[in-house]
């Protein structure tokens, strides 16, 4: 059974920077992030092919994170990455690391992701 655990998440000024991390115990096709603020649906982050390079197959769903997230991997440690950076009050909250076994199209469909982890809080404060 596939296992993602993420790490990295925090409390951070605006304008601040995160990086977190997940960690898969095997392969999948398809690895993403996701996040949730209270009283808010989960919603997609950015999403990335495994095994095409650190930074190939990369999708960023949500435009507010463009130019200001990044998305990466490292294959050979089964680890993908989502370094924020310019965080702001509105990017707080439980950031989710999601894995398939098929292709990111539709990245932002939640329900296509058959593996999670347990999640990693981040909050951007004023």
């Known amino acids: 059974l596939l296992q993602l655990v993420e790490s990295g998440g925090g409390s951070v000024q605006a304008g601040g920077s995160l990086r977190l991390s997940c960690a898969a115990s095997e392969y999948s096709y398809c690895q993403a992030w996701f996040r949730q603020a209270p009283g808010k649906d989960r919603e997609g982050v950015a999403s990335?092919?495994?095994?095409?390079?650190?930074?190939?197959?990369?999708?960023y769903d949500d435009d507010s994170v463009k130019g200001r997230f990044t998305m990466a991997q490292d294959d050979t440690k089964m680890m993908v990455y989502l370094q924020m950076n310019d965080l702001k009050t509105e990017d707080t909250a439980m950031y989710y690391c999601?894995?398939?076994?098929?292709?990111?199209?539709?990245?932002?469909?939640?329900?296509?992701?058959?593996?999670w982890g347990q999640g990693t809080q981040v909050t951007g404060s004023s």
């Open positions: 990335i092919t495994i095994g095409r390079g650190e930074r190939g197959g990369i999708t």
């Open positions: 999601a894995a398939r076994r098929r292709d990111c199209s539709r990245m932002e469909d939640a329900e296509a992701y058959n593996y």
